[in-house]
């Protein structure tokens, strides 16, 4: 089978290809084709998968292409994973939003808005093509805002394009692990929108066990949530939320703690990545090494404000190995050999939240076979979810018909109603402040 990946080039690449190496069973992906605009990045990943595939027998064949259209035809399977306007566009992004007082982050907010007004018209771009030139392909989706843009490449694939996201799956894991039980055995009850859900029951041999992780004070706050979010207020919940929605419950500390910081994260992540690709310029460095010593790093400060400002502390070691490879493997196994499977997925909702109409891209539990990902029916969401839910959504929806109609009015309206900007003066200043800053945003008139 042959996958394709957008944003080939991309530092997170060697996960998936790192997955790949473990699948030796029958019609497994035997040759990848890296497909990106930045041909010097292109060839430092290439560099790194050819270490990883030095001691593996068999190793899927790795080619490169800068043209799209080449890379989709005849693909089985394609991957997104592209940033628009790199990481310098993400610390814009984020240093536009904490100009204003508002938080910046590349999916939450005034940054996530940003960074989806200015990717969907090349995601729905990528989507047409892929419809035209590999029809019987199925798209995974992991390019940010995740939901969002999984929903504007659904206009165009249906069914055909599924969004992955690693947070739910760490979510589980973790709570499985502080249980006792095996993450493999248990069934999680999780549902919103991508980076806005909640674990609302965890199910071993058909018994929630989440209240019991609830009544436990001592328990519930031993690992990185209970941390992160204290012990007193996953109680009144009654769930636990996935890490971002720290973002809305605790955003005036997030925000302080952003606007205090040295640097931002994306402005973080550009200088340590253009180290690395600058360091594969050598053609005789270490490119595995250097990636995993630059991955570790990645990891270990991934969403360090928020626990700096929670007082969380360092992240467990078992949380800093990633997990979106793994999700994009288990998916594409299930639909490639019919091995079926439970995954959490970003999928059109089907009627599976009643508050929301059939084509909105919710984030809930899935059963996949060689027929797709179905959405499994899950207990209607509480009001204060409920609330949260729709009020993002909707501006997901703005978000879409700016992108459409190239409405700059809409664009202002998008951001003046996410539940994190408090002004409509404050969406008309960010809407300037962006459009100076991204090239991509021209099409706002």
């Known amino acids: ?141 992991f390019t940010n805002p995740a939901g969002l843009v999984t929903e504007a490449m659904s206009r165009h694939l249906g069914d055909r394009v599924i969004g992955i996201c690693d947070s739910p799956v760490g979510l589980g894991r973790r709570i499985a692990r502080v249980l006792g039980a095996d993450p493999k055995q248990a069934w999680i009850d999780y549902v919103g929108l991508n980076h806005l859900g909640w674990v609302r029951g965890l199910r071993i041999a058909g018994r929630d066990e989440l209240p019991r992780l609830l009544a436990d004070p001592d328990l519930l706050g031993s690992f990185e949530e209970g941390k992160l979010f204290g012990v007193d207020w996953l109680q009144s919940l009654g769930a636990i939320p996935n890490e971002y929605l720290h973002y809305y419950y605790f955003n005036r500390e997030t925000v302080r703690a952003y606007q205090q910081a040295e640097k931002t994260r994306g402005a973080f992540l550009a200088d340590q990545q253009a180290r690395f690709y600058e360091e594969m310029r050598d053609p005789g460095a270490a490119a595995l090494a250097a990636w995993d010593r630059t991955r570790a790093e990645r990891e270990a400060t991934y969403m360090a404000e928020n626990r700096e400002s929670a007082g969380a502390g360092e992240r467990d070691a078992d949380d800093l190995s990633g997990g979106y490879e793994k999700v994009a493997l288990a998916l594409m196994r299930a639909i490639a050999r019919d091995e079926r499977t439970t995954l959490i997925l970003n999928v059109r909702n089907q009627g599976v939240l009643s508050v929301l109409d059939d084509d909105a891209v919710i984030e809930v539990p899935c059963l996949v076979d060689s027929g797709g990902a179905h959405p499994v029916a899950v207990a209607p969401l509480p009001e204060h979810a409920t609330g949260l839910v729709c009020a993002v959504k909707g501006v997901e929806r703005e978000v879409l018909s700016a992108a459409e109609s190239g409405s700059r009015a809409t664009a202002v309206k998008a951001f003046a109603l996410h539940p994190l900007v408090d002004s409509v003066n404050v969406a008309r200043r960010l809407v300037e402040g962006y459009t100076d800053v991204h090239p991509g945003l021209a099409y706002l008139k």
């Not at 790949?20 to 497994?28: I, N």
């Not at 040759?31 to 990045?41: A, F, I, Q, S």
């Not at 999916?107 to 960074?115: F, H, L, S």
């Open 1 to 141: 089978m042959k996958l394709t990946i957008l944003g080939g080039g991309g530092f997170r690449v060697p996960l998936v290809y790192g997955a790949l190496l473990t699948d030796r069973g029958e019609g497994r992906v035997t040759d990848v084709v890296l497909h990106d605009l930045d041909d010097g990045r292109l060839r430092a990943v290439a560099r790194v998968l050819a270490e990883q595939a030095a001691a593996v027998p068999g190793a899927p064949r790795v080619t490169v292409a800068t043209d799209l259209d080449e890379a989709l035809r005849g693909a089985d399977f394609v991957f997104s994973a592209i940033r628009v306007g790199g990481l310098e566009g993400r610390a814009d992004d984020e240093r536009v939003a904490l100009a204003q007082g508002v938080l910046g982050q590349e999916t939450v907010g005034a940054g996530g808005i940003a960074y989806g007004l200015r990717t969907v018209p090349v995601a729905v771009d990528i989507a047409r093509r892929a419809a035209r030139l590999a029809p019987d392909a199925w798209v995974i989706n």
